[in-house]
């Protein structure tokens, strides 16, 4: 079975500009989240979302949104990059909400804004 | 105070020996653990995930959790080269079940 995938791999962009990541859950699996990992650090949570709403944002700022689609895959906005969104992002799903909610990562999409 | 900590290392052991990955949290009410491995470059991968007090067993790989001390520790078993990498401890939010708080990870290196 195919994993997580994501898209782009890697992206170069500039300060100012705007960018779209997308994301295609495994198959079968309704909840999609987002994280960001910086060098050295761990993943970051930025969003979740299960059965197209919204279920939790983690401390980003509103240049941060998502959404998904009738297909479960999802894709991630950033507005107005800033030298610090420089990251990995990657999209986890899982198949079950609740305590024992188990997320399965893809590859990641690294973004380099200069 | 930081969520989950862990030491960044590097944590050097020989090639077949034991190494131990240790992690503390500091909310009492996590209910989900798990332990995910990145290799440089590379997305995390899930190891393992514990959920109660003892000892959770999977091939090399041996999770214990301890939730009086708000410790989590990850074992591996005749440790490989090919275990080098980054270990990631990770707990689900106490108000938030879907939210994953990672710590820093642990870098481990396996002599040949």
């Known amino acids: 079975d195919a994993g997580v995938t994501q898209s782009p791999t890697h992206l170069i962009k500039t300060r100012g500009q705007h960018v779209t990541l997308r994301c295609s859950p495994i198959s079968g699996h309704k909840s999609v989240s987002w994280y960001q990992q910086v060098l050295g650090q761990g993943p970051q949570f930025i969003f979740q979302y299960y059965e197209k709403e919204e279920r939790g944002r983690g401390n980003f700022p509103d240049r941060f949104s998502a959404r998904q689609f009738p297909n479960y895959s999802s894709e991630l906005n950033v507005n107005a990059l800033l030298l610090g969104d420089s990251a990995l992002y990657l999209c986890?799903?899982?198949?079950?909400?609740?305590?024992?909610?188990?997320?399965?990562f893809g590859p990641g999409t690294r973004l380099l804004v200069l | 105070q930081k969520e989950v900590e862990q030491n960044s290392g590097p944590l050097s052991v020989p090639e077949g020996a034991i190494a131990s990955l240790n992690c503390t949290y500091s909310?009492?009410?996590?209910?989900?653990f798990f332990w995910y491995r990145q290799y440089s470059g590379k997305s995390p991968e899930l190891i393992m995930s514990?959920?109660?007090?003892g000892d959770k067993e999977d091939g090399r790989f041996t999770a214990q959790l301890n939730k009086a001390s708000q410790y989590v520790s990850l074992l591996i078993r005749d440790s490989q080269p090919s275990d080098s990498a980054t270990y990631l401890c990770?707990?689900?939010?106490?108000?938030?079940?879907?939210?994953?708080?990672f710590g820093s990870g642990t870098r481990l290196l396996v002599r040949p």
């Open positions: 990770a707990v689900n939010d106490k108000d938030s079940s879907y939210k994953l708080i």
């Open positions: 514990i959920y109660s007090n």
């Open positions: 986890a799903s899982s198949t079950q909400v609740g305590p024992k909610e188990t997320q399965y």
């Open positions: 909310d009492r009410v996590s209910q989900s």
